[in-house]
């Protein structure tokens, strides 16, 4: 129900205003639209400019994503716990409209950027409170080719 709910709020051109499609030249940008007060979700419109990647990343939550407008581009990764890193497996295209959706944890890594020459929208659901939406979603990993931070 989520992946309908995600598809029909994406395909409605009333969804996001004008403010909440601006980007920032420094990263992606995220605009919180709406929170339960209970703290069990944040939905969040993320605005990629062209170039702008996420980090590689797994999830502490839930998440599901729909593609707005424009094209993301999302690599896959495979966690290797052994090495303690992540290995890229495949690159897919994201249009508007795809739909995806994550459990919490490491079996679900992956970077979504915007490799494009425009602006690219998308909407988030996490399973986390408004005010957590920054610091409690994503789990940074390390890639095969990247060493470790220090």
């Given at each position: 129900?989520?992946?309908?709910?995600?598809?029909?709020?994406?395909?409605?051109?009333?969804?996001?205003?004008?403010?909440?499609?601006?980007?920032?030249?420094?990263?992606?940008?995220?605009?919180?639209?709406?929170?339960?007060?209970?703290?069990?979700?944040?939905?969040?419109?993320?605005?990629?400019?062209?170039?702008?990647?996420?980090?590689?990343?797994?999830?502490?939550?839930?998440?599901?994503?729909?593609?707005?407008?424009?094209?993301?581009?999302?690599?896959v990764?495979?966690?290797?716990?052994?090495?303690?890193?992540?290995?890229?497996?495949?690159?897919?295209?994201?249009?508007p409209?795809?739909?995806?959706?994550?459990?919490?944890?490491?079996?679900?890594?992956?970077?979504?950027?915007?490799?494009?020459?425009?602006?690219?929208?998308?909407?988030?659901?996490?399973?986390?409170?408004?005010?957590?939406?920054?610091?409690?979603?994503n789990?940074?990993?390390?890639?095969?080719?990247?060493?470790?931070?220090?």
């Amino acid at each position: 129900s989520m992946r309908i709910a995600l598809a029909d709020a994406a395909a409605n051109p009333d969804l996001l205003t004008a403010a909440q499609r601006e980007g920032s030249v420094e990263k992606y940008r995220r605009h919180l639209l709406a929170a339960d007060p209970h703290g069990r979700y944040a939905i969040a419109a993320l605005v990629w400019l062209p170039q702008q990647a996420s980090p590689v990343h797994a999830h502490h939550t839930w998440c599901g994503y729909a593609v707005v407008d424009g094209t993301l581009s999302e690599t896959v990764f495979e966690w290797n716990g052994a090495q303690h890193c992540a290995s890229a497996t495949r690159t897919q295209a994201r249009k508007p409209g795809a739909v995806s959706f994550v459990r919490g944890g490491r079996g679900g890594i992956h970077q979504l950027g915007n490799r494009s020459e425009a602006a690219a929208v998308s909407l988030h659901i996490y399973g986390v409170a408004g005010a957590q939406i920054a610091t409690h979603v994503n789990d940074i990993v390390r890639t095969a080719n990247v060493p470790a931070l220090a």
